[in-house]
């Protein structure tokens, strides 16, 4: 049976960053029926990406041929020991249910789970913790079909040297339809998060990270105030001691979501606002400490819609690109309302990896989505550059694959694997295009 081609339709991001008009849309409920709109696609001269939940803010998944959507393919194939074969569109919030039986969890997680685990590993998604890697380097095998239309398996004993490249391939080698991942024994977190004074948390930033489990800490423009979370890892069995259901729908809900989408459009209508606002909102948030399932500290919902742009540095560069961006705000006069987020990662032998071949730190920036973000992104991508920064593959930023292969080491390395896999661009779109190279 063969996977239905639909008329397509326009598509948006969850950001709003970006749309497109794919000329065909597909469903399919099998790998057999993902090789058959493979095929189709090369037959109709027709380019092919899978689409997720839309949650990356650059255009990576774009494309005017045909989109593929996975959503069928979700769940657990197969379980051995501690390795957890997903299907492709399994997404991530719906892994602590999956997982419960098995007592297993994600090593680490970013605080959004809305992706799928397929759309999460191809374009570099990470939580923070200075001896954890991203999502991608848990993972252990790849199943994709290639442009030939044919299955390929990437483990530790067939095409192991294809590993480095398809665990996080940026959706340029093909449809990823399983993935295993090596999980771990399931665990809890005491989360303590606390308002500190951003220069004394710049100053021992490298000593905090190397001293507890996961670090991260969110500073709010136009104050000296940033919000610090750490977070311990205490094996199972433990008793947690969550946030109470009121408690934490004040802070997760109220605060965060309903009333921040407030303050955010106050901001925008009202652009002088924006410091008092931040300078209230610092004092109000954060300051509580709780215990709970792993994946209930990691993540948080995000109702808010914001676009984003990330970038790795080495992590000793942190502090000074930080104070740089800061000075850059105060000194161009910007209203920003979004606090600006940093973490951490451990060095990994991924090729595209942001933590590749290095400790590295992350600065994300966002801008509410229906505000201009351009000027804010671009003057921050300019500081970025000087320290040695990486821009994650899934967020938005200006950089071009001349640029970039000086940052990545093993760039050429991928790019080899590219031809290889992909050598008529099947796969490609305007995005991989620039990055990458034709």
Known sequence: MSATLEQGVTWTNWGGSVSCTPAHVAKPLTVAEVQHVVVSARERGLTVKPIGAGHSFSAIGATDGIRIDLSNLSGIVAVEGN???LWGGTFLHQLPELLRPHNLALANMGDIDRQTISGATSTGTHGTGGSFGGIATQIRAVTLVTADGELLTVDQTQNAHLLPAVALGLGALGIVVEVTIECVPSFLLRAVERPENIDAVLDTFRVRVEEVDHF????????DIALTKTNTRIPAPAEPQPLGRVRRWIDDELMSNTLYAGVVNTGRALPRFVPPINRLAARLTGNRDYTDHSYAVFTAPRRVRFVEMEYALPIDEVPAALREVRALINGRGWNISFPIEVRAAAPDDLMLSTAS????????VHRYYRENHEEYFRGVESVMKRHD????????????AESLRGAYPRFDEFAAVRDQLDPTRLFANDYLTRVLGA
């Open 389 to 400: 920064g990486r821009p994650h593959w899934g967020k938005m930023h200006y950089r071009d």
């Open 83 to 85: 390795l957890v074969t």
């Open 357 to 364: 071949g290095r400790p590295t730190g992350y600065i994300a």
């Open 216 to 223: 991260e800490f969110y500073w709010f423009p136009h104050t």
